[in-house]
């Protein structure tokens, strides 16, 4: 996870370590999720003001849609265009606004598409997934720390970063309740 307060670079950072470890690590495939590209600033508004647990349900069905990535690795290599995956993905949903559960595998499957996610996975030895969002309360880190351990993940880690002007990155690792300073 790459977690920060707004402007703290998190995006930023993403990029360039995506960038800078695919050159250093090509059998992996790195799957950059972004919150902001999936539930944009409008619609996260317009959530917030009609129904805050709309806004819930659709922070979980982003988290869903991760986990059925991480699960169904094998069956994904028998699925060969991204409309086919958006289709089945929206299915998997359980959203009651039919119209939000497909703008979000929409934009989920246009995040894995950006990356060539179908054809890397028939090439990869491991995946790394990088999700970049907010995550200011705990339990939100949480829910993701639980996906690793229930993917039997053989990494997670969190990665702070602070505003501009105190630029310091903490990571912390599965197993660890200390914050290191890197």
Known sequence: ?????PGAGKSTFLRAFVSFNAQ?????????ISYDNILDSNLERDLIQSDKNEWKLSRAAIR????CVATNLSALNLISDYKSLADHWSRQLNLENRELNQTLTSKFVNSLEAVHFLEGIKQSTSLLFMVDDLFYYESMRYEYYKMAVDCRASLYFSIFLESPGRSVVFARFRGSSSRDQL
Not at 1 to 5: F, K
Not at 24 to 32: D, G, I, K, M, T
């Open 64 to 67: 869903s849609l991760i986990k």
């Open 24 to 32: 250093s690590n090509p059998l992996c495939l790195h799957v950059p």
């Open 1 to 5: 996870l790459i977690c920060g307060p």
